[in-house]
């Protein structure tokens, strides 16, 4: 009977040794599992337009190996005139060629074109203008405070811009950064001016602190702005400079994946009333574009 009780006290002992490792090891894939089935989309919603092919390419082919699956060509927009003409967009066929994949995933890179506004007056930005249907994102660069506080209260845009390359004229306000939260508008920071200059990286960390203080990390987006492939960083190297604005760990991450995809979905909503109407462009239409776009390149 002795002998017999001390078997099953081993055999006890030896399952409550091996209980903890089972466990490890399954919680250890359960984690692994939930991880790669979560895996972050990095997002660089600023790429400058440029007209020579090969710069463009090289840019695109740099963003889908630092591992960004969707990026936007900006094509920045500055009246000067009356009657200036809004920039078309050129088709991505045309522009880069075929698509490059997203390093670790198994698709190609999303490229979407975007357009940014320069307001130094109020009627430089129409609404509803026919001339900006062709862009996927709609976005603002207000100048003064006056124009900024109608970007962020009545402007129906997607991004409102931060202006990095001087130093603000005004200071940030709580009541039209919280409108402009409701209505779902981000404020974008970007940071390729800065590794041009030491004077404008000084710009960029003092108006994107000011900005962090006012909206406390929500509805921003850090992009890159930039205009050749050196400029471009690695979606965790811009988290780690999010935390030099003034971000949280998890704000900046979400700066360049969670609340750039609420992006898209709200210039998705822009354009359709709000999910509710959607327009097309006929055939006829989508060739004719074409066309004009082969000859303005030309």
Request: aromatic share 8%; with cysteine; charged share 20%.
């Amino acid at each position: 009977m002795h002998l017999q009780s001390l078997q099953s006290t081993k055999k006890q002992e030896k399952e409550k040794k091996i209980l903890p490792l089972t466990t490890r090891v399954s919680t250890r894939f359960v984690w692994l599992v939930a991880n790669c089935n979560s895996m972050a989309v990095f997002m660089d919603l600023n790429v400058l337009f440029c007209a020579d092919r090969n710069r463009m390419k090289s840019l695109i082919e740099t963003a889908a190996h630092l591992g960004f699956s969707t990026v936007a060509i900006n094509y920045v927009f500055e009246p000067k005139a009356k009657k200036q003409e809004v920039p078309s967009p050129m088709p991505i066929t045309e522009l880069i060629g075929k698509l490059p994949m997203v390093q670790g995933h198994s698709c190609p890179i999303r490229v979407l074109n975007r357009l940014t506004v320069v307001m130094s007056e109020a009627s430089h930005f129409r609404p509803n203008a026919s001339e900006y249907r062709p862009f996927d994102l709609l976005a603002v660069q207000p100048t003064t405070e006056k124009l900024f506080h109608a970007a962020c209260m009545l402007c129906d845009v997607d991004i409102i811009c931060i202006l990095v390359t001087e130093r603000l004229p005004f200071f940030f306000k709580r009541a039209p950064i919280n409108g402009s939260i409701d209505r779902g508008v981000v404020f974008e920071v970007s940071y390729a001016s800065a590794l041009r200059d030491i004077t404008m990286r000084r710009y960029t960390i003092t108006n994107a602190v000011c900005l962090m203080e006012s909206c406390k990390g929500k509805n921003v987006i850090l992009s890159s702005a930039a205009e050749k492939a050196l400029e471009l960083r690695g979606p965790y190297d811009i988290v780690n400079l999010g935390l030099l604005f003034g971000l949280s760990d998890t704000d900046s991450k979400e700066a360049v994946t969670s609340t750039c995809r609420a992006v898209l979905l709200h210039a998705e909503a822009r354009k359709t009333a709000s999910g509710i109407v959607y327009t097309m462009k006929s055939q006829q239409e989508v060739l004719r574009d074409t066309a004009d776009s082969k000859l303005n390149l030309y």
